[in-house]
């Protein structure tokens, strides 16, 4: 067993045990001390400001070949060239009423029903419910940001039909673009001539099967206030619309001996004796 010993002499230390308060007080000291310096290390920090992201655009290099106009797009995005309408449209008939431009946009807006005969003043038959209507309002801008046309269209509240009472079919085929792009690439290789078209009111020229019965409209009440309207053809709105338009139109070109395409049922040709053709593709109310 070996024993460590040392030639010098071991000093005693008188401890004194310090008082509890004594104690509290050096403790509150500390940690005054430290908070302190904790707040002066956080204010000496300062938060570094992050850069904001920036979306790098690489386009595949066999666009370098194209005019794409991306840029210039771009550029007309950034310099706030994109038109958006300020002007709030009305959203009932209480403040359109109070302006004159929406009064003379909703009796346009009868005059076309009336004199296209869409509908026709009769008594509600027992066990027949009727649809509401209501107006639509829409400020209408041209390519420079202007207004062009104020339009009040008058809507029926499709969501109140039931199937099977007041409309059955409702599907309307329109044109693939598939279909489009082939036929305007034949005109560009042919050199033929292409025309654009766009009926106006197009779904009021639908001709109904059904029969519907609607409301009056705001503000154009007649007689009596009771009575109801009972369409002969469809108004905007209407579950059944877009396929009464399409019955419509289609009834039309085979009249006029246009050949409907059995695969594309919105390609309608038309094959003259002089050996003219005539193409027309539908896209609900648009022609080409």
């Known amino acids: 067993m070996i024993e460590f010993t040392t030639d010098e002499p071991v000093n005693q230390v008188d401890t004194e045990v310090p008082h509890l308060d004594d104690i509290s007080d050096v403790n509150s000291s500390d940690h005054d001390n430290v908070v302190s310096n904790h707040e002066e290390e956080v204010e000496m920090e300062s938060p570094e400001e992050e850069e904001p992201f920036t979306r790098t655009r690489n386009p595949p290099g066999y666009l370098k070949d194209y005019i794409t106009r991306r840029e210039a797009e771009e550029n007309d995005l950034q310099n706030g060239l994109a038109m958006f309408n300020t002007s709030i449209d009305p959203s009932n008939f209480d403040e359109a009423s109070k302006l004159k431009v929406w009064r003379e946009a909703m009796k346009q807006e009868i005059e076309v029903i009336e004199s296209n005969n869409t509908w026709e003043l009769t008594d509600l038959p027992t066990g027949c419910k009727k649809i509401g209507v209501k107006w639509i309002y829409k400020t209408k801008l041209n390519e420079k940001g202007e207004v062009e046309k104020y339009k009040a269209r008058l809507v029926a509240k499709g969501y109140a039909q039931k199937l099977g009472i007041d409309y059955n079919e409702v599907f309307a085929p329109v044109a693939r673009w598939d279909t489009i792009r082939t036929i305007l690439a034949v005109a ?27 409301e009056q409209p705001l503000g154009y009440q007649k007689k009596d206030a009771n009575k109801v309207y ?50 027309v593709s539908l896209y609900v109310d648009n022609f080409i």
Not at 204 to 210: A, N, P
Request: hydrophobic content about 40%; overall charge positive.
């Open 188 to 214: 560009a290789c042919r050199g033929w001539k292409v025309y654009q078209l766009d009926v106006k009111s197009a779904f009021l020229h639908g001709e109904l099967i059904e029969v519907v019965y609607v």
């Open 230 to 279: 009972k369409l002969k053809k469809a108004l905007y709105g209407l579950r059944q619309a877009p396929r009464a338009w399409y019955r419509k139109i289609e009834s039309y070109f085979v009249q006029e001996n246009f050949e409907k395409c059995s695969h594309e049922h919105t390609l309608f040709v038309k094959n003259n004796s002089d050996g003219r053709m005539l193409i």
